[in-house]
């Protein structure tokens, strides 16, 4: 097995978990940290992290004692002679000196001559986002494959491995709107001619922009390019407004066990994370991918006939996410689990309803 330790390729013969590394580089584990894939991992589950072939390894040894200890990057023998005044360097963070690699009071890495290259820039960045083992890659791993999973172990106080509920969300809605070019599927910023014409309530929302153009002088072909470009600002942000109208569902389904509201918050954020980016993103991706396919063949759907298929799978795919999903976080029974996934899907439709009412009555006034 081939690991990374602090820069340099090293080989084991076994299957290592952290604690025998430590053992075997023959440091004091008391006086030793660890950072795995750019993660700092905790004394207490170095046992149980196993390592495997391609990691990367930062170890910082503490020597000496006090706040300022002064810290060793590798497995250097402390009696090695080395010009100490040469390694000192002050932290640019909280101003403690220090003689290697990271500061003791704070664990800042020591600023290098090629920290700002473009090179070491894009390497860190690489390493940080795409590594298969990072947060991001982590988080959406299980946020996809185990439902409930994630909210399960924030509620539990297991967090760190994972990212923050609401930078999942943020992650999700930004991919959206990043891809929304090319899906180009009107789900959550609606022009204002899908408002005029494929909504239940499209004549109130005539009447409405007609009336509001009027009052303003214009057209309703400028109302209209005035109105879409609002909605496609606003709409960025106030996806949000779906989180806690979730939430709410939430909370009249789930009396029991008695729960905060922040876990029904934690439990929403990580559903429309989900949301995004499993029905807006992929299957409405997929969707305008064969529609263009099929197109030459005559094959074309419009307005309220594309949604109602566009529905229909994305029930029967949100459905069993929600059953096991209720099933791990709320320990729901099957029945229960069922019957609140059904009613789980309507509230779903609901709120993204509500939220496109609020979007446009906030685009309407604002254009």
């Excluded at 006090?66 to 090695?80: Q, V």
Aim: contains cysteine.
């Amino acid at each position: 097995m081939k690991l990374q330790l602090n820069g340099e390729a090293r080989e084991f013969t076994d299957t290592l978990v952290l604690a025998e590394l430590v053992d075997q580089l023959g440091m004091k584990p008391d006086r030793v940290a660890v950072e795995l894939n750019l993660e700092i991992v905790p004394r207490a589950d170095w046992p149980a992290t196993r390592l495997k072939d391609g990691d990367k390894l930062e170890i910082v040894h503490f020597v000496g004692g006090g706040g300022s200890a002064a810290l060793e990057t590798d497995a250097r023998n402390p009696d090695e002679p080395e010009d100490v005044a040469d390694m000192k360097w002050t932290c640019p963070t909280c101003r403690a000196e220090s003689t290697a690699g990271f500061c003791g009071a704070c664990g800042e890495k020591k600023p290098g001559l090629h920290d700002l290259s473009v090179r070491h820039l894009l390497g860190h960045a690489g390493e940080a986002l795409f590594h298969w083992d990072s947060k991001i890659f982590r988080t959406l791993r299980v946020l996809l494959t185990r439902p409930g999973q994630l909210s399960d172990e924030y509620a539990k106080g297991r967090r760190k491995p994972y990212v923050h509920p609401f930078q999942v969300f943020f992650i999700a809605n930004v991919l959206y709107f990043l891809l929304y070019p090319v899906i180009g599927w009107s789900g959550l910023k609606t022009p204002l001619f899908g408002y005029q014409h494929w909504m239940s309530y499209s004549g109130w929302a005539t009447r409405l922009s007609t009336h509001h153009a009027a009052v303003k002088g214009l057209s309703m072909v400028e109302f209209s390019q005035r109105f879409d470009h609002v909605i496609d600002i606003q709409a960025r942000s106030m996806v949000l407004v779906m989180v806690p109208l979730f939430a709410v569902a939430l909370l009249v389904l789930e009396q029991r066990p008695k729960r905060y509201f922040g876990e029904h918050l934690v439990f929403a954020l990580h559903y429309l994370a989900v949301f995004l980016l499993v029905i807006m993103i992929g299957l409405c991706g997929a969707v305008t991918l064969v529609l263009r396919l099929l197109r030459p063949f005559g094959v074309v759907l419009h307005g309220m006939e594309s949604d109602w298929y566009l529905s229909v799978c994305a029930a029967l795919i949100l459905g069993p996410y929600l059953f096991f999903a209720l099933r791990r976080f709320y320990k729901d029974s099957i029945s229960m689990a069922f019957v609140k996934s059904v009613l789980l899907l309507f509230a779903t439709y609901e709120m993204l309803n509500a939220y496109r009412i609020i979007l446009f009555l906030a685009a309407l006034y604002s254009a």
